[in-house]
């Protein structure tokens, strides 16, 4: 049972427009929020977190966006650029978990090409 | 420079055999993990661990075992009882709290 969904297993996006990547759970107990990057071979980086106390957070060309209501966050990438054709994942953390320490619930995760 | 190792990057078993991941993390951190991930499937938690010397089993415990004698380091024992044990595997850590975990580059078990 998937309680982080990304249902589009892929997304193409011109290089210079903005790039909507989609995350919705189930669980209501998540309360904290992240977005990976994943380049083939390689382990995912950190990219942006929010938490549950808020609805958008921003660092340079990401933003993150929460709907509590609706279950469901957004991953913003504006301006699209070649490097960030990768494999994005979103990740959540439980209220009341070890403070992150009991591990993370991931999505299967998009990928996202930039077309030139 | 700081970070994860995991090694090897490629690793094969033959069936039955028991076969060992080794994770190593120079980064001071406190909490570790194991995940693995399978062809269009996102990351499962396998093992973790708060502090040296114990752990906790995570989504997908059964076939796995690990240990945690020093902080540094977080080896991943795949035993013959895991049925399907290709697979890509990530090891991370964290310094617990919601700090985000970081990750090393994964190694890819095969069985010949």
């Known amino acids: 049972d998937q309680q982080v969904k990304q249902n589009s297993p892929s997304l193409s996006v011109q290089e210079g427009r903005i790039s909507i990547l989609n995350c919705d759970y189930t669980?209501?107990?998540?309360?904290?929020f992240l977005w990976y990057k994943k380049y083939p071979a390689e382990g995912p980086t950190f990219l942006i977190s929010?938490?549950?106390?808020?609805d958008k957070n921003e660092d340079g060309r990401f933003t993150v966006f929460l709907n509590k209501s609706a279950k469901h966050l957004s991953l913003h990438i504006v301006p699209s650029q070649p490097g960030d054709s990768a494999v994005y994942f979103c990740?959540?953390?439980?209220?009341?978990?070890?403070?992150?320490?009991?591990?993370?619930?991931f999505g299967k995760g998009t990928h996202l090409i930039i077309q030139p | 420079d700081g970070g994860i190792t995991q090694s090897p990057k490629y690793l094969f078993r033959k069936e039955g055999q028991n076969v060992t991941l080794s994770c190593e993390q120079n980064?001071?951190?406190?909490?570790m993990y194991w995940y693995r991930q399978d062809p269009g499937q996102g990351l499962r938690l396998i093992y973790y661990?708060?502090?040296?010397?114990?752990?906790q089993k995570g989504d997908i415990a059964e076939g796995y075992s690990v240990s945690r004698e020093k902080k540094e380091s977080f080896p991943l024992t795949v035993t013959s009882a895991q049925k399907n044990p290709t697979a890509f595997y990530l090891c991370?850590?964290?310094?617990?709290?919601?700090?985000?975990?970081?990750f090393g580059d994964g190694t890819r078990l095969s069985i010949l």
């Open positions: 991370a850590s964290s310094t617990g709290g919601r700090q985000p975990q970081h």
């Open positions: 661990s708060q502090i040296v010397n114990d752990f």
């Open positions: 990740a959540a953390i439980k209220r009341g978990s070890g403070g992150g320490a009991d591990g993370l619930t």
């Open positions: 669980n209501s107990m998540f309360d904290y």
């Open positions: 980064l001071n951190h406190d909490a």
């Open positions: 929010i938490s549950s106390i808020k």
